[in-house]
């Protein structure tokens, strides 16, 4: 059985940074491990993926604030968020898959706001 722990969100004024870290367990590996994210009243959308590898893809409107890392020795996934804005806001979610299934965490909330 998979589970996903997320630490890390938190209230945070325009400009500043947060750290969200997710540990998976359930399996020796996983194939990509990444964010998503949803705001009130919208969908969610993928914030940033990683795979095995290290390859990376990022939101159009994350690039150049935020960065995403993994370790595959502890099968965490972590993301780095600076220069925040309010419109940043959402519950963020940690995702991997593994065997061409998914898996999500509860959610983490992020707020920005002064």
């Known amino acids: 059985q998979v589970q996903l722990e997320e630490s890390g969100g938190g209230l945070v004024q325009p400009g500043g940074s947060l750290r969200l870290s997710c540990a998976a367990s359930?399996?020796?590996?996983?194939?990509?491990m990444g964010w998503f994210r949803q705001a009130p009243g919208k969908q969610r959308e993928q914030v940033a993926l990683?795979?095995?590898?290290?390859?990376?893809i990022y939101a159009d409107s994350v690039k150049g604030r935020f960065t995403i890392s993994r370790d595959n020795a502890k099968n965490t996934v972590s993301l780095q968020m600076n220069s925040l804005k309010p419109e940043d806001t959402a519950v963020y979610y940690c995702?991997?898959?593994?065997?061409?299934?998914?898996?999500w965490g509860q959610g983490t909330q992020v707020t920005v706001s002064s």
């Open positions: 995702y991997v898959d593994r065997s061409w299934n998914d898996y």
């Open positions: 359930g399996f020796d590996s996983f194939n990509r």
């Open positions: 990683i795979s095995y590898g290290g390859a990376t």
